[in-house]
């Protein structure tokens, strides 16, 4: 049982913006966003809390949800722009939510990243 905050977004107990969905995937709107465009995309029906937890077999998982958001700036029109896509693993990358998750960040000209505390 998923019951992570995403896990209610799954199942529609909680309300998002949802912009994108396929077999897989579920791609919603973050609610506090950090670019003009910033979407989360997350598996549907897997369970992983964290990267460390992705297993051999799961890899494809991944995949898919880079895929869902490259096809997600196609079809918003600013693939040629470019975008971001980050994935946070538990406390010293600031993740918060305990369902993997892909963050999608694009729409201005996005500033580096990566010092400490930045
Ligand atoms: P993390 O920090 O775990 O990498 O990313 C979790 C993201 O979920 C954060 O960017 C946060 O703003 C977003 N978030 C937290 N609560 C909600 C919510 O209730 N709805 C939506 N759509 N996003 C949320």
């Known amino acids: 049982m998923n019951d992570t905050l995403f896990g209610k977004i799954i199942r529609r107990e909680i309300?998002?913006?949802?912009?994108?969905?396929?077999?897989?995937?579920?791609?919603?709107?973050?609610?506090?966003?950090?670019?003009?465009?910033?979407?989360?995309?997350?598996?549907?029906?897997?369970h992983v809390p964290t990267l460390n937890d992705l297993k051999t077999d799961q890899a494809a998982l991944v995949?898919?949800?880079?895929?869902?958001?490259?096809?997600?700036a196609r079809t918003e029109g600013f693939a040629e722009n470019g975008y971001r896509v980050v994935m946070n693993c538990r406390e010293d990358a600031g993740q918060t939510v305990y369902h993997i998750h892909l963050h999608l960040l694009a729409g201005a000209t996005l500033g580096r990243f990566g010092a400490p505390g930045g």
């Open 15 to 46: 309300p998002a913006t949802i912009v994108y969905e396929d077999d897989e995937v579920l791609g919603f709107k973050d609610i506090a966003p950090q670019a003009p465009v910033h979407v989360l995309f997350i598996p549907k029906a897997v």
């Open 63 to 72: 995949g898919r949800l880079v895929l869902a958001a490259a096809e997600y």
